[in-house]
Every structure is written in structure tokens, then in C-alpha cells.
């Protein structure tokens, strides 16, 4: 009977590793539009993180080999420092998230993790280490339950109840199970229930608490939230974020105000980094497009009154 069994539990397995890898994929889709181009070295050792600190030495990288994306990025983020990446549209602040979750390959330079190339480790371990908070979650066709727990890296388990309980809590997202009819067993997707915009993202929190990744990569919402959603979710990020290492990719400047360090970003350069007061004080890149988002947000006050 084993004899029958094992294959059917490798089936599991591999259908598994498989439904997880998709998803993954489906949650950076904002982040990647094309194929994944990369490939494991032979016998590439995992990635072992035991301080999550993140660089990038001179990188340069482009998507097409006739246009440079970015021109010699470095930068250090230290082991539990919050990092938020800010600047106009298209300087290249999605591309650093896709580089860090090795979607590409650098042209030249590199890309460490606690020291250790991304590119010379199994990507596994790699995506093991880090969990990304899309702006725009996927979620499968399958229990709420299930759309939480699936997050652990398969190689830890299947995840167990009670952690799922818990990432629900810390995601603030429990009550609102709780309230289902069906619980943790209720089927959400396109043919269960519909999650709001937020709900999907408390969702999203809540796997990435299950997977318990050292390292965080936030994809800050652009939509519009009302002010008080908008708290609750950043609050619960902070909560997140506690511990590890962080890199926020902001469209607005309000939430990144209290991050350890800013990287203004500019046509794939690193134009200024520092805390939010000190790059206010320099009155450069930061403090112009910091004047301008103030004066958009009063000039919206004023026509809400
Ligand atoms: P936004 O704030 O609008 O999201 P961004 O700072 O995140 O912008 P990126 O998405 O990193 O910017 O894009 C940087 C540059 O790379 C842009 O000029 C963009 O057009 C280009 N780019 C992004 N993805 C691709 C791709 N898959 N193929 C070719 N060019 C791309």
C-alpha cells in the first residue's frame, strides 16, 4: 500500500510547490510583466540568513539591452532598519523590488543578502527569505483559510491552525472571519466570496506572518484609501515590519515620514538618502516633490469643504 501511497503524496507535493510557485508569481505581477529569466546555478547552496541585511553594490541593469534602467545603484539597508524607495514614476523603484526577489540579474554588480550573492543561492531559499505585500493581492480559489496558510515555505509543513489564527489576529483581519458563516473555511475567490481591496491586503499581511520571512517587501497602495482605512493598514504594517528588514516602495510621501532611511530615486540613480527631516532640511529632489504633495493635499481639503 505505500508502494501506492508515496507516489500520490510526491503528487501532493509537487502540485503543491507548484500551486505555491504560481502564486508567488501572481502576487509580484505588478511587480514583473515577463518571463522569469533566471536559473539556479548547479549545486548553488541556499541562502543562509542570519543577519537580514540587504546592498546593492554598482548595480547596472536594464530590460532591454538598448536602455538602462539603473545607472551603478549602491546602497546598504542595515539588519532590521526600515527602508522606504520614493520618487517619480518609472525612476526605478519597482525594478530594485524585482532585482532584490531576483526576477532578472544585474548586468554588473550585485545584489547580497546578508552578505551572500542572490544570484549564487537556490532561488527557493532566496524567496523563502523574503515576503512581498503586493498593492493588489491574488487570491486562489479556495478557503480564506487556505489563502493564508499556503504562505510557509513548503519545506516547514503545512501550516498549522493556530498559526493561521494568529496571522489572521495580526493582520486585523480575524474579526472579519470570524463573522463568516463558514470561518477559515470560507471560500473566497472568483467563485466565493469577495474580498474588498483592503480585506485582500489584511489577507496578504496575514500570509506573509504565516511564511515569517526576515526580510519585507511592501508594495504601498496608490489607490486612494480613506484616511482612517489608510492608518489601519500602515499600523498594521508597522506591526509587521517589527524585526525585520524592511524596504517600502511609496508613491506618497506621508507614510514614509517616520522610515529610517529614505532612497530618493531619479531616472535610475540614487539622488538623495536620509531620514525624512534631513533630506526636508536639504531642500532637493525630496523636499520639492514633499512641497508639492503638501499643496495637492490642501488644495483637496479645500474642495472636500
Ligand atoms: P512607478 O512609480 O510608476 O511604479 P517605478 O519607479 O516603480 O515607477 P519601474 O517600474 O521600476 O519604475 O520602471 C523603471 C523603468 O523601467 C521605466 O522606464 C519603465 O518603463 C521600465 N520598465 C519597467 N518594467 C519593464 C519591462 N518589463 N520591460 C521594459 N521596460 C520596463
Known sequence: LTQLF??????????????????????????????????????????VVRRPTVAFEDVVFGYDPDRTILHGLSFEVPAGAHVAIVGPSGAGKSTIARLLFRFYDPWSGRVLIDGQD???????????????????????NDTIGYNIGYGRPHSQGPALHDDIVRGARDAAILPFIEALPHGFDTEVGERGLKLSGVEKQRVAIARTLVKDPPILILDEATSALDSRTEQGILDTLHRVSKDR????????LSTVADADSILVMDHGRLAEQGTHQALLRRGGLYAEMWSRQQAERDRNLEAAE
Open 245 to 252: 528588514t524592511s524596504l517600502s516602495i511609496a508613491h506618497r
Open 6 to 47: 508515496r507516489p500520490l503524496d510526491m503528487l501532493g507535493m509537487v502540485y503543491r510547490t507548484i500551486r505555491q510557485g504560481l502564486i508567488d508569481m501572481a502576487a509580484m505581477f505588478r511587480l514583473i510583466d515577463t518571463e522569469v529569466e533566471v536559473a539556479d546555478t548547479p549545486g548553488a547552496p541556499a541562502l
Open 118 to 140: 542572490i544570484s549564487a543561492v537556490t532561488q527557493e531559499s532566496l524567496r523563502a527569505a523574503i515576503g512581498i505585500v503586493p498593492q493588489d493581492s491574488v487570491l486562489f
